[in-house]
């Protein structure tokens, strides 16, 4: 957290890269760029929506689809998910042992699962109710905007099934960390996405 | 070569636990967040009126609050780069999807 390490130089943490410092540093600016560009794509998701929220054409409309509880629900599930991440990766750099890692990134999983599971159950609901993508523009952007997230949410939990391996294979290596590091970036990253989800699909559309 | 037992056993130091609750400070912060962002809309106690601005600013202190806290953004000069990167987006973002909304409720009110 002090400036005076030249090793912290990357928005993740000092992890203590040997030789692989300046590469690990690179990688991780590099991933950088591609969270910006999917930011990008958020936000014109984003957009797309703001312009179609009246766009209902007689068919269910947000206080239809909208299900408080299980907004909340999710949104815990989402936070918890990632403070456990934030924990995988404080006991990575203060070298807890792959094991106490492992727990916290299941952790993490399990509760993301959980998240995945709820949303989906609302999926099930919309269908239920008649609020299919095809019945009017609101819906059709909001299956886009929710699915996208929950599609980059799967995909998270798809890339620490593959670290899990990766860490009970090789133990955390130097390498290892610094992919541990980028999905880190990724799974607090979707969390922010979801900030703006469920204030501005949900709460916003019932307020 | 015997490893010697005593630098192994560890020692949360003041650094750890600083870092540790400044984690912590920020899952307070964003549950916070949160319970007020919910609390808006089905407390009754906001004005119609205000509930969307509101919201709107509940959620962009609590992004700001997950990029300091959980993704490390800050004004030092190491993460200048990746500030800087943000920023750009945010820009290129506000002149996209704003501009987007503006010209399509333009549109709509024309219609």
């Known amino acids: ?207 | 070569m015997k490893p010697n037992i005593k630098t192994m056993v560890r020692s949360v130091t003041g650094e750890e636990s600083e870092e540790r609750s400044f984690y912590s400070l920020g899952l307070v912060l964003s549950i916070l967040l949160t319970v007020a962002s919910f609390a808006t809309v089905i407390s009754g106690l906001v004005p119609r009126d205000w509930m969307i601005p509101g919201l709107i600013v509940l959620a962009i202190v609590q992004i700001v609050v997950h990029l300091r806290i959980f993704l490390h953004i800050d004004l030092s000069r190491q993460k200048r780069e990746d500030l800087l990167m943000l920023l750009f987006t945010v820009l290129l973002l506000g002149i996209m999807a704003f501009g987007t909304l503006w010209i399509m409720s333009n549109l709509a009110v024309r219609m």
């Open chain 1, 1 to 207: 957290m002090s400036n005076a390490k030249p090793m912290n130089a990357h928005p993740g943490m000092n992890l203590g890269y040997g030789e692989g410092a300046h590469d690990a540093e690179v990688k991780v600016f590099g991933f950088w760029v591609f969270l910006m560009s999917d930011l990008v794509t958020f936000g014109l998701v984003f957009a797309i929506f703001g312009t179609m929220v009246e766009a209902t054409a007689g068919g269910p409309g947000p206080r239809e689809v909208t299900n408080l509880h299980s907004v909340a629900i999710q949104t815990a599930l989402l936070l918890g998910s990632s403070f456990a991440f934030s924990w995988a990766s404080l006991s990575m750099k203060y070298h807890e042992g792959r094991w106490r890692t492992l727990f916290y990134l299941s952790f993490a999983a399990t509760s993301a699962l959980g998240f995945l599971i709820i949303e989906f159950l609302d999926f099930r609901h919309w269908i239920e109710i008649g609020a299919v993508p095809q019945r009017s523009g609101y819906l059709s952007a909001l299956w886009a905007l929710v699915g996208l997230h929950g599609l980059h949410v799967a995909a998270g939990l798809l890339w620490v099934g593959a670290m899990t391996a990766q860490i009970l294979i090789f133990g955390l290596t130097d390498d290892i960390k610094s992919r541990v590091t980028r999905l880190g970036l990724y799974w607090h990253f979707l969390d922010i996405v979801w900030v703006g989800i469920f204030s501005m699909v949900f709460l916003a559309g019932i307020a």
